[in-house]
């Protein structure tokens, strides 16, 4: 009697056992896609800190020559040298306590510079913002990450053939991995 109430009982643990680990491995999977969402959160507000900080929109505070691309810009966060030497006593950095653009496993951090459909470049009377773009994100993670910023943790869908082009976060298109690009820092009226 004993060996079957002991078989029974090691039966049930083996069971409790798998459940927890497979519980346990959805945690972990749920905390590497929001470790993400943390990192583009800590570097939205950097940009708002430097913004404040400057007084005037980021592209205006860069010392850079007007033709380079932006892929560089978001470094001024950490390096007081890519900063305009009028705007450089404004400057309580870093704000951003990194050294590289690339966010691991997802590629590398670019910075550019559109109107709110992403489409058309600012110009002096348009709104303007600070789109990130992150290079290699596995379509799985950026539908979290999309759920996070654009649905209300998933509160309010969006329509799944639109999501992509619309919102705060998007992408390049369908693809997997895709572009996350998200809409960030508005410049100032």
Not at 75 to 85: F, I, N, Q, T
Request: hydrophobic content about 40%.
């Amino acid at each position: 009697m004993f060996g079957l109430d002991a078989r029974i009982a090691l039966g049930i643990f083996a069971i409790l056992a798998m459940v927890t680990g497979f519980l346990a491995f959805g945690r972990i999977q749920t905390a590497r896609d929001t470790k993400l969402v943390k990192q583009l959160q800590t570097i939205e507000e950097s940009l708002e800190a430097y913004q404040a900080d400057m007084g005037t929109f980021y592209l205006f505070t860069l010392n850079k020559d007007k033709s380079e691309d932006g892929v560089h810009d978001i470094e001024a966060l950490w390096d007081k040298d890519l900063v305009l030497s009028g705007f450089q006593k404004n400057w309580n950095g870093p704000y951003l306590h990194r050294t590289s653009r690339r966010i691991q496993p997802y590629g590398n951090l670019s910075v550019f510079y559109a109107q709110p459909d992403r489409q058309n470049t600012c110009t002096t009377d348009s709104e303007c913002y600070l789109w990130l773009a992150l290079s290699n994100v596995p379509e799985k993670i950026w539908l979290t990450v999309n759920r996070i910023y654009d649905e209300a943790g998933g509160k309010m869908p969006e329509n799944p053939t639109m999501a992509a082009s619309l919102g705060r976060l998007q992408a390049d298109e369908a693809t997997d991995p895709r572009m996350l690009i998200l809409r960030t820092i508005a410049r100032p009226q």
